[in-house]
């Protein structure tokens, strides 16, 4: 099993819906990381959290909200989705040292 | 906020031939990593460079950190189809260590 879970891996949907996308870990690490990937601008910090009880605000959080519901488990919401928020997202965990990586959710808002 | 730029955006080379990407950071930083995404792939962990002037190689790569902790270089040596990615520096600040802010990153491509 991957140390990083992502689901779903793929996802359409339309404008204006909710959408939850889910990151579980099985690292036991205490930071969690969403970022979305768009081509020719690299990774942006969506949120991030370094325990169950912080949450904080990335540099591109408006639009999207967390939820922390374990050490284990960090979910992101797009409360309404629109177009320019179709990318692939990346959930990221660490520790002391490098960050790892899910295999990403690639959402296509139409 | 931090900025992370990362040059060159883009570089093909034939195989064989080597490879450098630069990072420069506004700021002065705590640390630097650097990733491997392979296409369709995910970003994956190659280093930590901590120190100041600090030096690694791995293989046929190196990385190197500034001595002023701002800047940062990763080298491959006689490049393989197989160094194929896109290769993303990213730096921590001193507030918050394991925040990363990446660069752009830089897409290689070897042409065998």
């Known amino acids: 099993d991957a140390d990083v879970t992502q689901t779903p891996r793929n996802r359409i949907t339309k404008t204006g819906k909710r959408i939850m996308l889910e990151c579980s870990q099985t690292?036991?690490?205490?930071?969690m990381y969403w970022y979305r990937q768009d081509p020719g601008l690299g990774l942006r910090l969506i949120y991030y959290s370094f325990d169950v009880k912080d949450i904080n605000k990335g540099e591109i959080s408006d639009g999207y909200s967390v939820s922390r519901q374990a050490q284990a488990k960090f979910s992101l919401s797009l409360e309404s989705a629109i177009p320019n928020q179709t990318a692939l997202y990346f959930c990221?965990?660490?520790?002391?040292?490098?960050?790892?990586f899910g295999s990403g959710t690639r959402l296509t808002v139409v | 906020g931090q900025q992370v730029m990362q040059i060159p955006q883009y570089q093909h080379v034939q195989e064989g031939e080597d490879f450098t990407t630069y990072c420069n950071s506004s700021t002065t930083l705590s640390n630097i990593q650097w990733y491997k995404q392979r296409p369709g792939g995910h970003p994956v962990f190659l280093i930590q460079l901590v120190k100041s002037g600090e030096v690694k190689k791995q293989k046929r790569l190196t990385f190197q950190f500034g001595e002023a902790k701002k800047n940062s270089s990763l080298h491959i040596t006689a490049t393989q189809t197989t160094d194929v990615g896109t290769y993303f520096c990213a730096g921590g600040d001193g507030g918050s260590n394991y925040k990363l802010t990446f660069g752009k990153g830089t897409l290689l491509t070897v042409n065998p």
């Open positions: 990221a965990t660490s520790e002391s040292d490098g960050y790892t």
């Open positions: 690292k036991g690490h205490d930071r």
